[in-house]
């Protein structure tokens, strides 16, 4: 079995990954576990990592890499923002050391836009950017889907621009808490396929304007036209991501690549929706990509004085 040299963490707000890496960046061991930052900060971050290195038999001399919401203004160190347009290779300059931990421990910064027409931040995100670049690709256009979904353009490994959609959670408030919970609540499993996701998708990208008049159909198509509840769970989901699409494409010039990082169900999803609109595209594995992002900020902080 290869020696460990490292250890690389994506720490979200309700998630915790931690992989044991050698130096040739091959996964040695894996936990994940809910103890995200909203966990973390009530039992201690410190508690928690070192509970999860001590399940992998980490040696007390190995280093830390970190990326996510550990770094937030709420989490363990706050790791502060590199400003766009941002060279993805300032993320790794920029990070801060946790103190007082007998062991070297690295958090990574996100990235802030700043305009004041267009704020945004990104936190974790910055790290699958780094682990799914592309160089072949002058211009790439990613999208990240999850419960706020990023879109980012991304010119000679500079992020140029990026817009945060709140799909997610906004799926998750109407199905749960406004009227459209008495048409969702019988729903069953859907995928990329079923046809209602596909023609709400075509519907909202084509018209993102109307979203919320989409949004209402979701109802009255059950009301009027027997509309199933889970066509209309997929409606719903298809008009959502529909507006997101529209409102991603906006931000990159036509010549931009769509990358999609993602994986699980949203993968088929987006990959469906993204054939509906009659996109072209690359898929990256999301949990590959933060690996590889942390894997290159290892080798980055840890060991290139070494080389």
Same mark, same amino acid.
């Given at each position: 079995?290869?020696?460990?040299?490292?250890?690389?963490?994506?720490?979200?707000?309700?998630?915790?990954?931690?992989?044991?890496?050698?130096?040739?960046?091959?996964?040695?061991?894996?936990?994940?576990?809910?103890?995200?930052? +909203?966990?973390?900060?009530?039992?201690?971050? &410190?508690?928690?990592?070192?509970?999860?290195?001590?399940?992998?038999?980490?040696?007390?001399?190995? %280093?830390?890499?970190?990326?996510?919401?550990?770094?937030?203004? $709420?989490?363990?160190?706050?790791?502060?923002?590199?400003?766009?347009?941002?060279?993805?290779?300032?993320?790794? +300059?920029?990070?801060?050391?946790?103190?007082? $931990?007998?062991?070297?421990?690295?958090?990574?910064?996100?990235?802030?836009?700043? $305009?004041?027409?267009?704020?945004?931040?990104?936190?974790?995100?910055?790290?699958?950017? =780094?682990?799914?670049?592309?160089?072949?690709?002058?211009?790439?256009?990613?999208?990240? %889907?999850?419960?706020?979904?990023?879109?980012?353009?991304?010119?000679?490994? +500079?992020?140029?621009?990026?817009?945060?959609?709140?799909?997610?959670?906004?799926?998750?408030? =109407?199905?749960?808490?406004?009227?459209?919970?008495?048409?969702?609540?019988?729903?069953?499993?859907?995928?990329?396929?079923? %046809?209602?996701?596909?023609?709400?998708?075509?519907?909202?990208?084509?018209?993102?304007?109307?979203?919320?008049?989409?949004?209402?159909?979701?109802?009255?198509?059950? =009301?009027?036209?027997?509309?199933?509840?889970?066509?209309?769970?997929?409606?719903?989901?298809?008009?959502?991501?529909?507006?997101?699409?529209?409102?991603?494409?906006?931000?990159?010039?036509?010549?931009?690549?769509?990358?999609?990082?993602?994986?699980?169900?949203?993968?088929?999803?987006?990959?469906?929706?993204?054939?509906?609109?009659?996109? &072209?595209? $690359?898929?990256?594995?999301?949990? =590959?990509?933060?690996?590889?992002?942390?894997?290159?900020?290892?080798?980055?902080?840890?060991?290139?004085?070494?080389?």
């Amino acid at each position: 079995m290869s020696e460990a040299a490292y250890v690389a963490v994506d720490w979200g707000t309700s998630s915790f990954r931690l992989w044991l890496m050698s130096a040739d960046d091959t996964v040695l061991a894996e936990r994940r576990s809910g103890e995200g930052m +909203t966990t973390a900060a009530t039992i201690g971050f &410190a508690e928690v990592l070192n509970g999860h290195l001590g399940a992998v038999s980490a040696p007390s001399s190995l %280093p830390v890499i970190i990326c996510g919401m550990a770094g937030a203004r $709420q989490g363990w160190v706050e790791a502060g923002y590199v400003d766009v347009p941002a060279k993805l290779s300032a993320v790794l +300059t920029g990070a801060v050391s946790v103190e007082g $931990q007998g062991r070297d421990i690295r958090i990574l910064p996100g990235i802030a836009q700043r $305009q004041d027409t267009a704020p945004d931040v990104m936190r974790g995100e910055e790290t699958q950017l =780094l682990g799914s670049a592309d160089t072949a690709l002058s211009e790439r256009l990613v999208c990240m %889907p999850g419960t706020h979904s990023k879109w980012v353009n991304v010119r000679d490994e +500079t992020v140029t621009a990026f817009s945060s959609f709140m799909t997610g959670e906004v799926f998750d408030v =109407l199905a749960k808490q406004s009227i459209l919970k008495h048409a969702v609540a019988e729903a069953g499993s859907f995928d990329g396929d079923h %046809p209602s996701f596909e023609a709400a998708v075509r519907a909202a990208s084509a018209n993102p304007a109307m979203l919320t008049n989409l949004i209402f159909t979701v109802r009255s198509g059950q =009301l009027l036209h027997g509309l199933d509840a889970t066509g209309a769970a997929a409606r719903l989901s298809g008009t959502l991501i529909g507006a997101e699409i529209a409102g991603g494409l906006s931000i990159a010039g036509p010549d931009a690549t769509v990358q999609l990082v993602a994986s699980g169900r949203l993968q088929g999803l987006y990959e469906a929706a993204l054939r509906a609109k009659g996109l &072209a595209y $690359q898929t990256v594995d999301a949990d =590959l990509a933060v690996r590889r992002g942390l894997s290159a900020a290892a080798q980055s902080l840890f060991f290139s004085s070494e080389r």
